[in-house]
């Protein structure tokens, strides 16, 4: 049972029933290699790494979450913020140590956005690395490894083949529980002056409806019921669609809500400017779209946003805002903020503090700038003290955490439909999340896992909630 009214239009089912296959793996006799594989930083690169490993297991690698046991480790890297790759030298440190005291064969790879970024100084300053490659080049991973395993010395792949990976990854996923992210955008092309990821993850590419599709469909297969459609500008998406016509993210989420089994459809990181009318249409219309959008706006004074590059103004934010509620007045909303932007005075902070009491944000994330080599804002003179970046997170934050607590609070009393993920923690206990993505617990039997089911919340704080 939804809260909003939307049910009525419940849409016909386009395909045949979903079949809850047993997710065993037919390849498992064959793995005899073991690969570790850690996740740094978004969506994204948690999404890249379960096809790391989709690439793998037909070559003989299955999943080990013991990183000494290792045949192949690979660190899949984030570069949003200070110290990334810093971060990334230290941990191959400890995976060398590792290597020389267990397992001296053992080969090493470097992923994801700082990969793409340091390339060849990864390999000049650590030795043990045997791959390199880019978030675009992962399909390339068993090519990679043969050759690692002829030549001396480290691989190096870092090309933007953005839709040729998407083209040469295995179709079958094997996801892990009942919450799934599909990678539908890749890339950016907005070239904000505090951001590395138009350098990273190169320009946006769309991938086609059809392959979409037939992901979202192999997911639904095997038991996903909520599909979270990501991209890095995930409402830039574009690309012709069945009727030949061209299709934007709204188009797709109707589709895709057709598929059988899938229940739940979410979608992030969006851009103001990418926010079209079908798709707020589509927020107000489709039951199966979840009541939460993620929105970052950055910074609430327009003398900031422009200095950022984001390219609108806080009036038109507002003003899409107010839009939204209208379509859906029970969405809620998440941000992004940046505090601290060179040139940021107390009055420009002030303008964003207005913003967040203005719009009212039911979760949010917040951070201090922090320079990053490469980009605009690098460069930037007027660069913001740390203490009054700190300060004013502080600030920032408090009020954040306020109104995420009221937001919270104000479902006790309400019945949600939560998608059980799992048990937690305390005995007798399951976890899974609200409509509003909010982390919910409460007592049942464990044969609810899977499935959405009905709870009323009674206690409610900063990041959860507890029902019956
Ligand atoms: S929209 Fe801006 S912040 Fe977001 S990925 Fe693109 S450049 Fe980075």
Not at 209 to 217: G, L, M, S, Y
Not at 279 to 307: F, T
Request: with cysteine; net charge negative.
């Amino acid at each position: 049972m939804t809260t909003s009214p939307r049910d009525k239009t419940a849409p016909r089912d386009i395909d045949q029933p979903a079949v809850i296959a047993a997710r065993t793996d037919d390849v498992s006799a064959l793995n005899t290699k073991k690969v570790f594989i850690k996740t740094y930083g978004c969506q994204m690169n948690v999404y890249d790494s379960e096809r790391m490993a989709d690439v793998l297991s037909p070559i003989g690698y299955a999943p080990t979450e013991v990183p000494d046991d290792a045949d192949l480790v690979i660190l899949n890297t984030c570069h949003i913020r200070e110290k990334a790759a810093e971060k990334v030298y230290s941990e191959l440190g400890r995976i060398r140590k590792m290597k020389e005291a267990n397992k001296p064969d053992m080969k090493v790879a470097v992923a994801g956005c700082v990969a793409q970024a340091e390339g060849a100084e990864i390999k000049r300053r650590a030795p043990v690395v045997d791959m390199v490659l880019g978030p675009q080049t992962y399909h390339k991973l068993p090519e990679m490894i043969a050759k690692v395993h002829r030549e001396t010395g480290a691989v190096l792949e870092t090309e933007f083949d953005t839709l040729e990976k998407f083209d040469q990854l295995p179709e079958t996923r094997k996801p892990k529980g009942f919450s799934s992210f599909l990678t539908i955008q890749e890339g950016c092309d907005k070239f904000c002056t505090f951001c590395v990821v138009p350098y990273t993850r190169g320009a946006e590419v769309s991938r086609p409806v059809t392959q979409i599709v037939a992901e979202a469909r192999s997911l639904a297969s095997q038991g996903v019921r909520e599909i979270t459609l990501i991209g890095q500008n995930v409402n830039a998406y574009h690309a012709e669609g069945p009727d030949g016509g061209q299709w934007g993210l709204g188009e797709l989420i109707r589709h895709v809500a057709l598929i059988g089994g899938i229940d739940r459809i979410r979608f992030t990181t969006s851009h103001p400017r990418d926010m079209d009318d079908e798709l707020i249409k589509v927020l107000g219309e489709e039951p199966k779209l979840m009541p939460y959008l993620h929105l970052p706006i950055q910074a609430g004074s327009d003398k900031i946003l422009r200095a950022m590059n984001r390219d609108h103004t806080y009036e038109h934010y507002k003003q899409l805002i107010a839009k939204i509620r209208a379509a859906n007045p029970d969405i809620a909303l998440s941000g992004d903020f940046i505090v601290g932007f060179p040139g940021e005075t107390d009055a420009d902070f002030e303008q964003t503090m207005k913003c967040v009491k203005e719009i009212g944000y039911a979760s949010s994330f917040s951070f201090k700038y922090s320079v990053r080599p490469g980009t605009p804002g690098a460069t930037m003179h007027r660069q913001v003290p740390e203490d009054v970046k700190s300060e004013r997170l502080k600030r920032l934050q408090d009020l954040l955490y306020t109104q995420q607590r009221e937001f919270n609070q104000s479902l006790i009393g309400k019945t949600l439909p939560v998608l059980v993920e799992g048990t937690a923690r305390e005995p007798g206990r399951l976890f899974g999340r609200s409509p509003y993505l909010t982390g919910t617990h409460f007592d049942g039997p464990e044969e609810l896992i899977g499935q959405i089911v009905d709870v009323t919340i009674t206690e409610a704080g900063v990041n959860s909630l507890i029902g019956v």
